[in-house]
């Protein structure tokens, strides 16, 4: 392996393991401010709870964060990492060489977790900002309903992804700090309220979470799982971080997280069983027991750091739609959009299309909803699908690539075996709000399946030429003067996976739709290799020095900036004497050896006359429509400073065969008359 297809590993340390904190634990960090919460609410408030309902949710809670995050996480999935990258994309793509139909849970995972990224932002930010109306003195400023709950939560929205433009390098740096003291206030407060009450220990016994699915003390019965599993939402972002920070870095993390959160619950769960038959806290409406046990002299600290760390939770998950959607593209899954990299931190890239949906998306959200309860309906529901893909794919890796087949039954019986519970009864959450993450979803898949499906039609009927059979007469193109000069190097972008074969519509634009002179050709193609990172490139010249196929081989989390590649590439083989040096006889500054490049970028469209079935043509057109939201060619490669020529060809040479029309004759004979009034 080269140094080219692997970044150095990221080294334990104190420091990294403290970006590791800020940057993926903030969703799974947040989850205290509503899991509890909503399994009170799921079984009548308050005043109808009871000690053994609190101490086997609990119970529930500490196992689903056992066995989900830290066994099938922390020491299963993070296992199947792609050369040190994590994720469904990554994971995908170690098994898809094998089983390409594997692509469907790829497919239906990422869109579940896209979907769950919209709603992350707005449950959060919502859920901390509620918190204010636990401090009496806000009371009157908050006033009656959720206006201004709303009004809070929209605006912190909107400058959350109006810095995404920035980058967050430097912003990022006080993830780290601000999360451990999060998560020092949550250990502290829950010891707080243990020190009352050490009965709670008792959730650690796992008996009181099966006994609790079956008592009648819980009114919510077997579906109380699709509260409990809010828990553990964070766990496939922890999985989709591991690149950034290094996978022993959250093997040393993750324990002290793990025991902040487990004392955080315990120590909610004391403070219900003393307060269960407060009868002014019972009628509390939308009651927070995560806010309400925190002393009043500190609610104000709770609700600050709460929205600190609701906004960081949040920022992890945009960041991670950007690394989704980037890989996404790359793999072919969804259509190529303008990607900017606006430092140079290792990874952080900025989607501007993708931020303006998911802003739009979240703050739609917080205006539908209007209130963190209702928001939690549908949180999670997408997660769960998330979840069980992941582990399907998981199972895949370990039965072929490691070959270790029993374990990979016990996985798949396990881990698929209690997610589909939790999947199931967050399905009752289906018409109280969880409709909405489905649909997200479901957009997000057709868009994927759309682009996927268009992509293997369109495979399917290109026509390629041998470039051999046409290098004399590009030749004579380049040496006939009586046609003018089109550029001194004109590239094409091709899909063709061999050497020496290009699209037959490069060849038609070259010779017959121009036709177009140029110094140089390059026929320049793109691989994106199974390995996150990865920049090589082959050339062959056909024997001579002026086609060049230019194979880009590259890893599926590197840019794909055309430009900026192919003029490094044109240097070094003018420094080799493969190109010929290209004079520039006018410059702004001294003339340089290398001439002008222009980019002819060809665009297919769906023609009637196309010997194509009804279905296939509808999926094209829909891809084609997607195509033109999602922008330019120049925006996808990185060619908007770069001379552009853009082509419309119908996509099929194959067309159906149609009947000769027939000509009329007596067109034009003498004894023909104008009509009145014409001469």
């Not at 005043?47 to 119970?59: A, F, H, T």
């Not at 009651?287 to 750091?305: C, G, I, K, Y």
């Not at 963190?372 to 992941?390: N, P």
């Not at 794909?560 to 500054?589: F, H, W």
Request: charged share 15%; glycine share 8%.
């Amino acid at each position: 392996m080269t140094a080219a297809e692997k970044r150095p590993a990221i080294p334990i340390s104190p420091a990294a393991a403290l970006v590791a904190i800020g940057v993926v634990y903030g969703d799974i960090g947040t989850s205290p401010m509503y899991v509890m919460k909503s399994i009170v609410a799921g079984n009548g408030g308050l005043n109808s709870v009871d000690p053994q309902l609190i101490l086997g949710s609990l119970s529930l809670v500490i196992w689903t964060l056992t066995l989900l995050t830290t066994v099938k996480y922390v020491l299963v999935a993070m296992q199947a990492d792609n050369h040190g990258e994590g994720g469904i994309f990554s994971l995908y793509s170690i098994v898809r060489r094998s089983r390409k139909h594997l692509v469907v849970l790829a497919m239906v995972g990422g869109a579940a977790l896209l979907a769950d990224g919209v709603l992350t932002p707005a449950v959060t930010v919502t859920t901390a900002v509620e918190g204010l109306r636990s401090i009496p003195a806000l009371e009157l400023l908050l006033g009656p309903g959720q206006g201004r709950i709303i009004q809070i939560t929209l605006v912190i929205l909107a400058v959350l992804f109006l810095i995404q433009r920035a980058g967050t390098s430097s912003i990022g740096k006080a993830f780290g700090p601000i999360m451990t003291i999060w998560f020092l206030f949550l250990a502290g407060m829950g010891l707080y309220h243990m020190a009352g009450d050490w009965t709670v220990l008792q959730a650690l016994n796992p008996m009181l979470a099966l006994r609790v699915l079956v008592s009648p003390y819980n009114k919510m019965g077997f579906f109380i799982l699709g509260s409990v599993f809010l828990a553990t939402t964070g766990a496939e972002a922890l999985y989709s971080d591991m690149g950034h920070v290094g996978k022993g870095n959250i093997y040393i993390s993750w324990p002290f997280v793990k025991v902040c959160l487990i004392l955080n619950y315990l120590g909610q769960g004391a403070w219900l069983i003393a307060h269960r038959q407060d009868e002014e806290l019972g009628r509390m409406q939308d009651m927070n027991p995560f806010f309400e046990m925190v002393p009043s002299h500190l609610r104000l600290l709770a609700v600050l750091l709460g929205t600190l760390a609701a906004i960081i939770a949040s920022q992890a998950l945009i960041t991670g739609a950007f690394t989704m959607v980037s890989e996404a593209c790359k793999l072919d899954l969804m259509p190529h959009m303008q990607i900017i990299y606006p430092s140079r931190t290792m990874g952080q890239l900025y989607i501007p299309l993708v931020n303006t949906c998911l802003w739009v998306g979240c703050s739609l959200l917080v205006l539908y909803f209007r209130s963190s309860r209702r928001m939690e309906a549908a949180y999670g529901l997408a997660i769960t699908v998330t979840m069980l893909m992941t582990t399907m794919l998981l199972f895949v890796f370990l039965r072929d690539k490691k070959h270790r087949g029993p374990i990979a039954w016990g996985v798949l019986a396990l881990f698929g075996g209690l997610e589909l519970m939790f999947l199931l009864s967050s399905l009752t959450k289906f018409v109280e709000g969880g409709y909405v993450a489905v649909a997200l979803a479901a957009v997000l898949l057709f868009i994927m399946y759309i682009w996927h499906r268009g992509t293997q039609v369109e495979d399917t009927q290109a026509i390629y030429l041998n470039v051999d059979t046409y290098k004399d007469v590009l030749g004579q193109l380049r040496a006939d003067e009586s046609v003018p000069c089109f550029t001194d190097n004109l590239i094409y972008l091709t899909k063709s996976r061999y050497h020496n074969f290009v699209e037959r519509d490069i060849l038609y634009s070259i010779l017959e739709k121009g036709p177009k002179r140029a110094k140089a050709y390059w026929f320049v193609s793109i691989h994106v290799e199974d390995v996150p990172y990865k920049r090589e490139y082959e050339v062959e010249n056909f024997g001579t020095d002026y086609i060049f196929r230019v194979k880009l081989n590259l890893g599926f989390k590197e840019n794909q900036r055309i430009n900026v590649y192919l003029r490094q590439i044109v240097q070094e083989l003018m420094e080799s004497g493969e190109v010929p040096l290209q004079k520039q006889r006018y410059a702004v500054e001294e003339p340089g050896d290398v001439g002008g490049f222009k980019f002819c970028i060809i665009r297919k469209r769906v023609v009637p006359e196309s010997d194509l079935p009804a279905s296939d043509q509808g999926i094209l057109t829909v891809k084609y429509a997607i195509r033109h939201v999602a922008g330019s060619p120049a925006r996808w490669y990185g060619l908007e400073n770069s001379v552009l020529a853009v082509e419309y060809l119908p996509l099929f040479v194959r067309m159906k065969e149609s009947a000769p029309i027939r000509r009329k004759a007596g067109w034009g004979r003498k004894e023909d008359t104008a009509p009145a009034g014409q001469m």
